[in-house]
């Protein structure tokens, strides 16, 4: 596969147009000034969020829950947060499809700290039904985008829910710069998005597969009474600097992580996403990760080094359906899945996320 010399982006990822150097169309058109705009950008967002975590402080039974996955950058943010700056946290997980990785790093880490680890575990069957019915009928962008824009809003949700019932006062999110989709979301989900937007996707609505108490499970402002105070949701690696390599380092070496190699995105991730990598490999020809890797290693904040040897590797255990990719199997016998499944029958933003 060919990939840009500089951030690895592949060939067959739209607009990469790579030149005869090998080189993107990203990397050729990207200009330092635009770190210095991002910087400027992401200090105002410090700024707020250092003002929203002093105004946070004593005003509820805990200042601030902490969205914990077991990823590196989850545990590291819960880390921060009680260490730095001191907080009373409550660490919140939706327990589904988290793999045993995660929450050896998820134990580790509540069990270091010494915080308060609330686990949601919602009913299995619901989650099977929508995983199976999104690859199976997935918009044109495929599986990751078709999956997670419906996956997250849910376990977004949850967080809030338990935030708003319990009066905590803040929702924080170790989403890296990037994540979520920035149209939704960068730095924080606005407070119309909050506090006056029904999640559900329209899609899984027309699709009458789901029924009314399944499609509440989305997050809906309306269903409180009037006057209810609903917290913030803010995504502090976006308005702290971000280094990925150097996350991946400290959690290890603050023991937060079993091994090093567990501080790695590719040993913590979801397994769904093995299936989700693998059939957009197959309908597209690239794995749908590389485009925020590339975008990372192109302005500095991942090892290229690192993912010009994973990547490959990554790709590998996907398409042989070897090591971790042998979660690929793992969850298609779990869905009733044949390769055939694996279908993109909607068309774009079938599923898209609300948006404010």
């Not at 990785?101 to 929508?130: C, M, N, Q």
């Not at 935030?163 to 994540?179: C, E, N």
């Not at 090892?303 to 398409?319: G, H, N, Q, S």
Request: aromatic residues 12%; positive net charge; glycine residues 6%.
């Amino acid at each position: 596969m060919r990939r840009c010399r500089n951030c690895l982006l592949p060939a067959q990822v739209p607009g990469a147009d790579l030149d005869a150097s090998d080189v993107c169309a990203f990397c050729r058109g990207y200009r330092p000034v635009q770190d210095a705009d991002r910087a400027a950008l992401r200090e105002r967002w410090r700024a707020d969020l250092e003002a929203a975590i002093r105004a946070a402080r004593g005003t509820g039974p805990y200042d601030a829950l902490v969205c914990v996955s077991g990823g590196k950058d989850s545990i590291y943010l819960l880390h921060r947060l009680k260490v730095e700056y001191g907080l009373n946290v409550l660490a919140f997980t939706t327990d589904v499809n988290i793999p045993p990785v995660a929450w050896s790093s998820i134990t580790r880490t509540v069990t270091k700290l010494g915080v308060d680890h609330l686990v949601y575990r919602p009913a299995d069957e619901f989650y099977r039904r929508l995983f199976r019915f999104l690859l199976e009928n997935q918009e044109e962008r495929g599986a990751v985008y078709s999956v997670s824009y419906v996956y997250a809003p849910l376990f977004e949700g949850d967080a809030l829910a338990v935030a708003t019932d319990r009066k905590i006062p803040l929702v924080f999110a170790g989403y890296s710069p990037g994540q979520p989709d920035p149209e939704r979301m960068e730095y924080e989900f606005s407070r119309k998005l909050i506090c006056e937007t029904d999640w559900t996707p329209p899609g899984l609505r027309q699709s009458k597969a789901f029924s009314e108490s399944d499609l509440a499970r989305f997050w809906n402002a309306s269903r409180y009474p009037a006057g209810t105070r609903f917290p913030r949701y803010l995504a502090p690696f976006h308005a702290w600097n971000y280094d990925q390599d150097q996350i991946m380092r400290q959690v290890f070496e603050l023991g937060l992580v079993a091994r090093r190699a567990h501080a790695s995105p590719v040993h913590s991730n979801y397994p769904i996403n093995w299936l989700l990598m693998y059939s957009d490999l197959r309908h597209f020809g690239y794995n749908p990760y590389a485009p925020e890797f590339a975008a990372l290693i192109r302005t500095g904040k991942a090892k290229r080094t690192y993912w010009r040897m994973m990547a490959p590797l990554v790709d590998l255990m996907i398409r042989r359906k070897l090591l971790l990719g042998s979660n690929i199997s793992k969850q298609m016998r779990w869905l009733g899945l044949q390769d055939s499944d694996l279908r993109v029958t909607m068309p774009r933003g079938a599923y898209d996320p609300v948006s404010s």
